[in-house]
């Protein structure tokens, strides 16, 4: 994709965080809405339009270049063997999720009770895995997407799936900034793969506005989790009223509906990318 596309592409992630439609900017920028449309179809983008936008939309056009080469098409799931180096070393594994949410080295030895040898170590096995390119001055590059996919049943998830889940859920949601919604209904087939999808649209516009933010300092962000499920389950509470047997109707074994599991969009770690940063 070329650079251009790069920047309309972005610009556009940045609009759709923000809620910020065509006509609102042709609004604010004091021009008319096929002006825009043709500003962002790349035929009217102007060095100065751009720079109007950014302005408007209350971000640095040097952000906005760093985050659409940062945009290009990189894995989003890595081999076993890196997710096994990953798993058996905390160390590594944390400092890589510092890495994804773009932790320079600097603010890592600033903020962070680790030594340089310590932190350069980890730094080159992680370049070793080709997961990152170590460059001089402490230079980080990624070779993977921010948003990891951990594989289903990977190493990182079988070691750290269940103790995301159980920290995460360790006390009440009733602080400021904490939501949490329980909810169990009878759907059709239909509704249900359509409630996956909006759950899946959900979990993206997380992982975009959070890679948004992902040019301010880490003092100005704050770590939060964010888990969503989805699966066919019946609250055993329900069983206080016992269903009437159906004559000539195999029994099904609670456990066995118990088990059935529907997937919903990536990995529990990759919402640990949201759930420990």
């Known amino acids: 994709m070329k650079q251009s596309q790069l920047l309309v592409s972005t610009l556009k992630r940045h609009m759709k965080a ?13 021009l008319s809405l096929p002006t825009i449309k043709r500003m962002f179809s790349g035929h009217a983008l102007t060095l100065q339009r751009l720079d109007d936008v950014c302005e408007f939309l209350g971000i640095d056009l040097s ?29 590594l594994l944390a400092l890589f999720q510092y890495l994804l949410n773009e932790w320079t080295v600097a603010d890592v030895l600033e903020r ?9 170590k980890r730094l ?19 070779k993977v997407a921010r948003t990891i996919d951990w594989q289903p049943n990977g190493p990182v998830r079988k070691r750290y799936a269940s103790r995301v ?14 939501a949490i919604r329980y909810a169990f209904r009878d759907v059709s087939p239909v509704s249900h793969d359509l409630m996956l999808r909006r759950l899946q649209r959900l979990a993206d516009d997380f992982e975009e506005i959070a890679d948004l ?41 609670d456990h066995a509906v118990k088990a059935r599991r529907t997937p919903v969009s990536r990995s529990p770690d990759k919402r640990q990318r949201s759930r420990s940063r």
């Open 124 to 142: 080159a096995r992680l370049d070793r895995l080709r997961i990152i390119e170590l460059h001089p001055g402490d230079r980080v590059r990624l």
């Open 165 to 178: 889940i159980r920290e995460l859920m360790l006390n009440p949601f009733t602080g400021s900034g904490e």
């Open 213 to 253: 933010d992902a040019v301010l300092p880490p003092v100005s962000r704050r770590s939060i989790g964010f888990v969503i499920a989805l699966r066919p389950w019946k609250f055993s509470l329900m069983d206080a009223i016992p269903p009437k047997a159906v004559p000539g109707a195999a029994p099904v074994a």
């Open 18 to 30: 923000r809620e910020i439609t065509y006509p609102m900017l042709a609004h604010g920028l004091k």
């Open 63 to 91: 952000d906005l270049a760093a985050q659409s080469l940062a945009s290009e098409v990189l894995p989003h799931r890595l081999t076993a063997d890196q997710e096994k180096a990953l798993a058996d070393d905390p160390l």
């Open 112 to 120: 962070l009770e680790i030594s340089r040898a310590e932190c350069v």
